[in-house]
């Protein structure tokens, strides 16, 4: 007869038969093992992946990313890549700055390309264009000018740049954030200076009433319009931009500018003289033209 102990001792005999075979036992091909499955909760994404750094434009992120990428090593990889980065605002921050608006410096990409182009858009529509075969040398920048040579920027309106390059068939885009530019100064070809002012930097919104930010801008306005030549009918020129040049309050509007500039200028309203024109370049705006400038042995004493 067994006693108790000797019981127990074939139990724990029988137990470790038992685990020994099942930890000798082949895995079955649909079962997957407690490492393996470690291995694959665990493990990272196969192949390079293009990161897009959050908006800046320093030179060390773009040759980061763009060194990343498989065109800028050997021309292979699969489809365009694209980096986003901050365009200068501060460039158009101020009154009325002067071109250029946009700028990019092709020094700051050090990915291989054969040619390249340079874009600057409104929304989706490309309003310029250049581009090159080789390496671009020299910075590139827009002064407001659409592919036509003709004035395309509107003050009020928002533009970006993008720089593409291409090698084999891949390319890599550099695309820039919107850039609201709010006014402008452009000289024009007759040598007068346009100074141009969004809409809604002057008006609030599908009103004739005057915006609270419109004061700085018809101020800046008079005041270089009061330090030129005054022309010899004693006029002064203006041209409004409007979705509906006939519509009630674009006349309305016409004559609130002319009212509130003529107050600064401190003339009466019938000599600023304000043409209302449709806004062909995208957005409406306002314009008042500076007198060239005779000089002072021209002038009439």
């Not at 694209?82 to 990019?104: C, I, N, Y």
């Not at 695309?175 to 007068?192: A, N």
């Not at 041209?239 to 519509?247: C, D, T």
């Amino acid at each position: 007869m067994a006693t108790p102990a000797s019981v127990d001792y074939f139990r724990r005999l029988s137990a470790a038969v038992i685990l020994a075979a099942l930890l000798n036992a082949p895995a079955r091909a649909d079962q997957k093992s407690e490492i393996s499955s470690d291995i694959t909760v665990h493990s990272k994404a196969v192949g390079p992946a293009l990161a897009v750094p959050p908006p800046a434009a320093a030179r060390p992120v773009i040759d980061e990313v763009l060194d990343s990428l498989p065109l800028g090593r050997d021309g292979s990889g699969t489809g365009p890549e694209t980096v986003h980065v901050e365009a200068d605002s501060a460039r158009v921050a101020g009154l009325f700055p002067e071109a250029p608006f946009l700028a990019f410096s092709p020094a700051r990409v050090r990915a291989k390309y054969d040619d390249w182009a340079f874009e600057v858009l409104d929304k989706d529509k490309v309003v310029w264009r250049i581009g090159g075969v080789g390496p671009a040398r020299d910075d590139l920048s827009w002064d407001g000018r659409g592919t036509d040579g003709r004035l395309a920027a509107a003050a009020g309106r928002k533009y970006r740049y993008r720089f593409t390059g291409r090698r084999g068939g891949k390319e890599f885009k550099v695309e820039s954030d919107p850039v609201l530019l709010k006014s402008f100064s452009r000289r024009e070809y007759q040598g007068e200076t346009r100074l141009e002012v969004g809409a809604p930097q002057l008006f609030t919104d599908g009103s004739a009433l005057l915006a609270e930010t419109a004061e700085h801008y018809l101020a800046e306005i008079a005041a270089r319009l009061s330090a030129a030549d005054a022309r010899e009918d004693g006029t002064y020129h203006c041209e409004y931009y409007a979705a509906a040049p006939k519509s009630r309050i674009a006349k309305a509007r016409a004559k609130a500018f002319a009212g509130a500039l003529a107050a600064d200028l401190k003339t009466t309203s019938d000599a600023v003289r304000v043409t209302i024109l449709p806004a062909d370049r995208g957005g409406e705006s306002f314009a008042a033209f500076v007198p060239v400038s005779r000089g002072p042995s021209l002038r009439n004493e």
